[in-house]
Nanobody, 115 residues
Framework: VQLVESGGGLVQPGGSLRLSCAASGFTFSSYTMSWYRQAPGLERELVAAITSAGDSTNYAGSVKGRFTISRDNAKNTVYLQMNSLKPEDTAVYYC?????????WGQGTQVTVSS
């Protein structure tokens, strides 16, 4: 099983980034996919989640209206479009897959929002 995140980097406040997470080794289309983030000294928190069919999403209040989660089951990939980025969005962002008791994590990608 692999979850490989990409797309992180340094961006100025107000800018945008799109994270991608490429999955392999499991039936991607059967799993709820999520993005979490963890800033230094803080606990890992849920940012956004999307159901297996992509028909329902939910977001942390701090990112609602700025971030969009989506998935392409044909490409085994989940995305996080991040707009209007703020310095407080700085964190390592992790991709997560869950179905029943099956639970997988990616290695994370750093997002830094700074001028």
């Amino acid at each position: 099983v692999q979850l490989v995140e990409s797309g992180g980097g340094l961006v100025q406040p107000g800018g945008s980034l799109r994270l991608s997470c490429a999955a392999s080794g499991f039936t991607f289309s059967s799993y709820t996919m999520s993005w979490y983030r963890q800033a230094p000294g803080l606990e890992r928190e849920l940012v956004a989640a999307i159901t297996s069919a992509g028909d329902s999403t939910n977001y942390a209040g701090s990112v609602k209206g700025r971030f969009t989660i989506s998935r392409d089951n044909a490409k085994n990939t989940v995305y996080l479009q991040m707009n209007s980025l703020k310095p407080e969005d700085t964190a390592v962002y992790y991709c997560h897959a869950k179905r029943y008791w099956y639970d997988y994590w990616g290695q994370g990608t750093q997002v830094t929002v700074s001028s």
